[in-house]
């Protein structure tokens, strides 16, 4: 089985990681569009048509399900995904989100930082009241975040203060604060040391929800789940190889190969 994983970069390795702690039975391909990153920036058209040409990519390559692994993406796009590709399962990285985030807040109060567009498009918000209507919602877009963390957030000047300044505008009361953008676990360290609420990443239900997913095809389909002593993971990367593998690298805390420049992007 193959899984087809997607983000505007760097930031979808947060939900890769995951996937690989969880899935040992389906190789994967890590598609990562970062000469057109930022996505939380720019138009809702602009990313559908994007993320059209990524699931035509994926398709192409025969995955068996594909994962938006990134917010921004998910609020603009999973509808016309999934109304365009119908042979495959689409998971988003929101209603896992939610999902979690109403199981970790005990005074139903939830800040959500992630970048502008996730903020505008209530996605969030829309997600976690459809679940339990008596939850407040606050979000905050973080424009610069995003760009920071994918140029290397150590060389970003003044990283810390931005930082604070995004967390500082969310209300003191919020008991739970979802990080709703896949690039922010990459500094959950950084994070962790500005705020003190429950953090929620949500990656860990997203791999949980493609994993049910992946069983269920099995079972449908009849596909055999074999187990791989190592799973195999080919990366598509259509902006800086080198800059992709050394934020890569650290993150994940192994070496990356395997990784190309795919034609389209
Ligand atoms: N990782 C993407 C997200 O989760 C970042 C989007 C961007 O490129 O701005 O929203």
Known sequence: MKIGVFDSGVGGLSVLKKIKEKIDFADVIYYGDSINS????????EIQELCLKIGEFLIDNQVNIIVIACNTATAAALETLRERFTSVPIVGVVQPGATMAIKQSKNKKIGVISTPLTAK?????KAIKGLNPKYDVFQKGCDLLCPMIE???????KNTEILKSY?????????????????????REEIEKVV????????EETAMHVLFELNRLALKKGVKKSRKEKISIDYFITGDVNKFKEVGERFLGE???????PLIG
């Not at 498009?121 to 918000?125: D, F, I, L, W």
């Open 255 to 261: 070496k990356l190969s395997n990784i190309y420049q």
């Open 167 to 187: 967390i500082n505008q969310l209300p003191d009361e919020i008991d739970t604060l979802i990080l709703g953008c896949t690039h922010y676990p990459l500094i």
């Open 121 to 125: 498009s209530g996605v969030y918000e």
């Open 38 to 45: 930022p996505y939380g920036n720019k138009s809702i058209e």
């Open 196 to 203: 003190d609420k429950k953090i929620v990443d949500p990656a």
């Open 151 to 157: 140029k290397g957030w150590e060389s970003s000047e």
